[in-house]
């Protein structure tokens, strides 16, 4: 067994076994480290750069512009939405090096949030 860093990764257990009577070999890769703690703020964290950086350097004379200002301005009044729990939306994440842990601890009953 061996922990190592992996880049863009948390730590890593490699643990490889290697049988020399009948020459059986086996491989595994785990995560090292425990449960990560609560994830929140996905939103905030987009609504913030997109706001202060993008918004403002966006605007221009021509109709163009303008309709994609108004799309801008209308994605940014969903989000905010959606943070003031106005607009109810469903977010998938996809997470290929298992690093996201979601579970309902509600579970077998509804969870009221």
């Known amino acids: 067994m061996k922990v190592t860093q992996r880049p863009y990764c948390k730590e890593v257990l490699l643990m490889v076994t290697s049988c020399n009577a009948c020459g059986n070999k086996s491989n595994e890769v785990k995560s090292g480290t425990g449960i990560a703690p609560k994830v929140e703020g996905i939103l905030t964290t987009l609504k913030s ?14 109709e163009k512009l303008n ?8 994605f940014l009044n ?13 977010i998938a994440l996809d997470d290929p ?4 842990y979601l579970q309902n601890i509600c579970a077998p009953e509804p969870d009221p949030q």
């Open 49 to 62: 750069p997109l706001t202060t950086i993008i918004i403002p350097y966006s605007s221009g004379d021509s």
């Open 97 to 100: 090096a298992s690093n996201c």
């Open 78 to 90: 969903d989000i905010s939405a959606i943070l003031a729990g106005d607009k109810f939306v469903t």
């Open 67 to 74: 309709s994609d200002q108004n799309q801008r301005t209308s």
